[in-house]
């Protein structure tokens, strides 16, 4: 199983990034996806997920309304659209696979398979 994240990148603040996640050898397998991230001297922090059927998503707090989360089962990809990027946000950022498909935890301890993370960087 390999989760490749990309989209990340160095942009002012108030930008946009759309983060994308593609998932391979989990073909015909349901699982739910999260969104991680990182920042230097922190620890790895939930951002979002999505259940296999997305019905169910979750943000933390300081997302909602800002950030997006969906999926594209055809494709395997997950996908994380950023809208009015804050310095605050900066960090590695990481996908990752839940193999319970009607889950969409919190909980980075939860998920099976992580990502090699994506950089986004934003400055004020």
């Known amino acids: 199983v390999q989760l490749q994240a990309s989209g990340g990148g160095s942009v002012q603040a108030g930008a946009s990034l759309r983060l994308s996640c593609a998932a391979s050898?989990?073909?015909?397998?349901?699982?739910?996806m999260g969104w991680f991230r990182q920042a230097p001297g922190k620890e790895r922090e939930f951002v979002a997920a999505i259940s296999w059927t997305t019905y169910i998503t979750y943000y933390v707090d300081s997302v909602k309304g800002r950030f997006t989360i969906s999926r594209d089962n055809a494709k395997n990809t997950v996908y994380l659209r950023m809208n009015s990027l804050r310095p605050e946000d900066t960090a590695v950022y990481y996908c990752?696979?839940?193999?319970?498909?009607?889950?969409?935890?919190?909980?980075?301890?939860?998920?099976?398979?992580w990502g090699q993370g994506t950089l986004v960087t934003v400055s004020s």
């Open positions: 990752a696979a839940d193999r319970r498909a009607g889950s969409a935890s919190t909980d980075k301890n939860d998920y099976d398979y």
């Open positions: 050898g989990l073909t015909g397998s349901r699982y739910a």
